[in-house]
């Protein structure tokens, strides 16, 4: 989904990230059966719209969410994976601190969105808290998908989930 033609707010929020072109080699990285630019607009966006609607810090929210995967990694063994699984925030955060000029809590929310799979401290802020639980629930939906996209019909599953819902009145 083009999030950036959707919202103009959210565009003007991103948008000076996404021209950056160290950053867009996120693009060029496997990330949960997607590109990590993907998964990390997906997190941004949806890390934007909830604190919109609680009356967080959406700016910060927002661009800490694109920037929490902010890592690239040429090594894709299944070895590096696991390591890069819990030394990639304070990576993200290195290279997003060397490109931006970040804020207490935008580093907070880079550095702590792993937690409690990776041992770090615990969140300081609301917002990094919504970004850390919106970041596992976008990376559970992408798993799904790829496990979908790979083992089952995905549109089958799709439609029978929808008939089911359909005769529930959902």
Same mark, same amino acid.
């Given at each position: 989904m083009?999030?950036l033609?959707?919202?103009? !707010?959210y565009?003007?929020?991103? !948008?000076?990230i &996404?021209?950056n072109?160290?950053? *867009? =080699?996120?693009? /060029?990285?496997?990330?949960?059966g #997607?590109t990590?630019l993907?998964h990390?607009?997906?997190v941004?966006?949806?890390?934007?719209? #909830?604190?919109?609607? &609680?009356?967080l810090?959406?700016?910060?929210?927002?661009? @800490?969410g694109l920037?929490?995967?902010?890592?690239? $990694? /040429?090594?894709?063994? &299944? =070895? %590096?994976? =696991?390591?890069?699984?819990?030394?990639?925030?304070?990576?993200?955060?290195?290279n997003?601190s $060397?490109?931006?000029?970040?804020? /207490?809590?935008e580093?907070?929310i #880079?550095?702590?969105? *792993?937690?409690?799979?990776v041992?770090t401290r615990?969140?300081?802020?609301?917002?990094?808290?919504l970004? %850390?639980?919106?970041?596992?629930?976008? @990376?559970?939906?992408?798993?799904?998908?790829?496990?979908?996209?790979?083992?089952l019909?995905?549109?089958?599953?799709? *439609?029978?989930?929808?008939? #089911?819902?359909?005769?529930?009145?959902?």
């Open positions: 083009n999030y033609s959707l919202d103009k !707010e565009k003007s929020i991103v !948008e000076d &996404l021209e072109k160290n950053f *867009m =080699k996120i693009n /060029d990285c496997r990330h949960h #997607i990590r993907e990390s607009l997906r941004s966006y949806f890390s934007y719209k #909830i604190s919109k609607k &609680l009356h810090n959406t700016y910060e929210a927002t661009r @800490a920037l929490h995967d902010y890592f690239v $990694n /040429d090594d894709l063994s &299944l =070895k %590096s994976q =696991k390591v890069s699984a819990f030394t990639h925030p304070k990576k993200a955060l290195e997003a $060397n490109d931006y000029n970040l804020s /207490d809590m580093k907070d #880079i550095y702590s969105h *792993m937690f409690p799979l041992p615990p969140p300081k802020y609301l917002e990094s808290w970004v %850390s639980f919106v970041d596992k629930g976008v @990376a559970t939906y992408e798993f799904s998908m790829s496990f979908l996209d790979k083992y019909f995905r549109y089958q599953y799709v *439609m029978l989930l929808f008939i #089911i819902f359909l005769k529930r009145g959902v």
